[in-house]
Nanobody, 127 residues
């Protein structure tokens, strides 16, 4: 069973930066599609950024140029660098993972296809 634990959230002013981390354990030798998602109060959970086994990344339009997803395969840690934060980025941020199947692109997968989730880390941006 894959377990994922996020950290790095906090409160910042608009224009500030944060770096989120997601430590994963229980991995098998199979490759994983991984991603960051967020959910604001009263809103549905939405995709923020994803990274394939081969390192290919994809981003939601509302974070392109501001957020960067990366991973350290040796340490099994997923990162999300958040720059130029806006008040509307305030949300609970979650990391998630899924065993990557042949020919599958991480960016095309609905949220419900990800079976492994962390508990979330809160990001609050004040204007």
């Amino acid at each position: 069973q894959v377990q994922m634990v996020e950290s790095g959230g906090g409160s910042v002013q608009a224009g500030g930066s944060l770096r989120l981390s997601c430590a994963a354990s229980g991995y098998t030798d199979r490759g994983y599609c991984m991603g960051w998602f967020r959910q604001a109060p009263g809103q549905e959970r939405e995709g923020v950024a994803r990274i394939d086994v081969d390192g290919r990344t994809s981003y939601a339009d509302f974070v392109k140029g501001r957020f960067t997803i990366s991973k350290d395969n040796a340490k099994n840690i997923l990162y999300l660098q958040l720059n130029s934060l806006k008040a509307e980025d305030t949300a609970m941020y979650y990391c998630a993972a899924r065993v990557s199947l042949r020919g599958e692109r991480c960016s095309a997968l609905p949220l419900r296809y990800f079976p492994f989730w962390g508990q979330g880390t809160q990001v609050t941006v004040s204007s």
